[in-house]
């Protein structure tokens, strides 16, 4: 039995990395960055003509309808680019709330536009939301109150996806009412946006779905785990060329002994890690049952490894590791923040827990 991919998920990982390094490389990531936007939107467009931005819109949205672990796949080789773009907010938490909670009109609005790259829409499920009236985001008369944090890939988005409980609310974001500002983070390349609402009027309000929230949220961490996983890839390369180049003593240091354990090291820990988002994504797609353990634990083993990875790969580098001038410092940066999105280690592993009941 074959545990790998399949020919077209590694077709699919070849093709997003090829694009990336011929349209997105390091030169390119540090302009976009420093933009107002923050998004390459060209080359998010180009991306959508290859199916990527409407990976798991359903074709008769005019999506490529595919499954969590192609964008899993798709999730690895844009973690590995360091890739301004919305990926995880836009095409995999929103697009699975429009399918799997929003009814046919919303779906019919929304769907086709995500596919085609002409519109994005910023999710909020954050681990803190903070209301004026009530617990979480509530509706006062007719409209929603509160302040929804760290809202992802909430720059210049068309709507926004807000949370809370078991209810989602899809805002506009030229509604009245929505003020959205940006909230700075560590990581450059992803942008997030503090939400606040007064008497906004939704769009669409969903209530009573926390099943399907959940489900998404599952699909959010192991989308995340697997941006990790592709950075740690990326670490591991720069630090085993940067050790090469790198001399000392009259011979590059990927001679010595210590070097070339901190890089077996990482290498150990990246492998295994590899194997459990591949499942982690399969589970999600092929066995409900275990998908929301699976995803939890997936997500908080990435965080641990991404940590332990990034941290080595910023020693092997010495000195330069952490500066603005060495690459190495975007996955350092971009893991740290997917460490604590949807959840960090520690959390998780008190979820973890309780789906077991043992806490």
Known sequence: MDFGL?????????TVRR?????????????????????????????????????????????????LLDAAVIATALGHGAAPLP??????????????VADGDVQAQWLPALAGGGARI????????????????????????????????GQDADAFWLVCGDDAHLVRAGAAGLTAKPLPTIDRTRRCVEVGLEDAVPEASYRGVGASLDRVLDAGRIVLAADILGGCDRA????????????????????????????????????????????????WDALPDEAPLLATLCKAHLSDVGHDVMRTATQVHGGIGFTDECDLQFWFKREGLSRQLLGGPEALRAHAARLQGIA
Do not use: N
């Open 122 to 153: 910023a999710v909020g499920i954050a681990e803190r939301v903070e209301a004026r009236q009530g617990a979480g985001l509530t509706e006062a008369e007719g409209g929603l109150s509160g302040t929804a944090l760290f809202v992802l890939d």
């Open 19 to 67: 694009f990336l390094d011929e349209r997105l490389p390091m030169s390119r990531v540090r302009e976009v960055v420093e933009s107002e936007s923050g998004v390459d939107d060209e080359g998010w467009r180009a991306l959508a003509e290859l199916g990527v931005a409407g990976a798991l819109v359903p074709e008769a949205f005019g999506g490529a309808g595919l499954s």
């Open 6 to 14: 399949s020919e077209e998920q590694a077709l699919l990982d070849e």
């Open 87 to 100: 990926f995880v907010g836009s095409s995999v938490l929103a697009t699975l709330l429009l399918r799997d």
């Open 236 to 283: 591991l390369a720069l630090s085993v060329a940067y050790a090469t180049d790198r001399k000392q003593f009259g011979r590059p240091i990927s001679t010595f002994q210590a070097v070339k354990h901190m890089c077996a090291e990482m290498a150990a820990a990246i492998e295994p890690s590899r194997s459990l988002v591949w499942y982690a994504a399969h589970a």
